[in-house]
């Protein structure tokens, strides 16, 4: 069926600098996606979300770009910290329904 | 503080006996959700409700069945628990059409099914 999917299950990025995630969604008719962030042992954690009307949408050190073209989706975090390491999941959501992808594991190297 | 509780945290079980993990949030909201997240397969959505005694199937339904009989409440019943429904077990609840209708995640219930 449609899922939705990363590219990288690990990213290891310098702390200070930037991580780009990413993620491809197959259904444009999705109405809404969301990026969350999960620690070892806690639920996930929202991060940023955008609607399927917008390109682009930033938050403090984040940032969404959903490219509707090519169905994709990207979280990009800036000047990456030691706290940031955890799993990263983009979900697509349609008519309250909630899709996830694999999600990838960003660490952070000291 | 508004969270989402489960209960319980931890369950170790038999095959075919009958169990209930619940579900309770305190922000008044209208839409809950059940998940499983296996590795490998990230979450994978069991069940939602849009309100009271409002349920729909998500993508993996088989073998659970849910109520919505009081807003907080949403909890996720397995009849007969087989092994394959060895997982994390999450529920969340938010409120679509808010301005930020972002869902919150309750901590988990570890499940083993043996």
């Known amino acids: 069926g449609e899922s939705v999917g990363l590219h990288l299950p690990t990213l290891s990025v310098q702390e200070g600098d930037n991580s780009i995630i990413n993620c491809a969604y197959s259904n444009s008719a999705s109405d809404y996606f969301i990026w969350y962030k999960q620690e070892s042992g806690k639920g996930p954690q929202f991060i940023i979300d955008i609607r399927s009307n917008m390109d682009k949408r930033q938050g403090q050190r984040v940032t969404v770009l959903l490219n509707k073209t090519v169905k994709h989706l990207s979280l990009q975090i800036a000047a990456t910290q030691p706290g940031d390491s955890a799993v990263y999941f983009c979900?697509?959501?349609?008519?309250?329904?909630?899709?996830f992808g694999t999600g990838t594991r960003l660490k952070v190297l000291a | 503080e508004a969270q989402v509780t489960q209960n319980p945290r931890y369950l170790i079980t038999v095959t075919g006996k009958k169990l209930t993990v619940t579900c309770s949030q305190n922000m008044n909201h209208e839409y809950m959700s059940w998940y499983r997240q296996d590795p490998g397969l990230g979450l994978r959505q069991i069940y939602y409700s849009m309100n009271v005694e409002v349920t729909d199937k998500g993508d993996v339904p088989e073998g659970y069945k849910v109520s919505r009989k009081e807003k907080r409440n949403f909890p996720l019943i397995l009849e007969s628990p087989s092994p394959n429904q060895t997982s994390l077990y999450f529920c969340?609840?938010?409120?679509?059409?808010?301005?930020?209708?972002?869902?919150?995640f309750g901590p988990g219930t570890r499940l083993t099914v043996l």
């Open positions: 979900a697509e959501i349609r008519t309250y329904k909630y899709i």
């Open positions: 969340a609840s938010s409120a679509p059409g808010s301005a930020t209708d972002t869902q919150y």
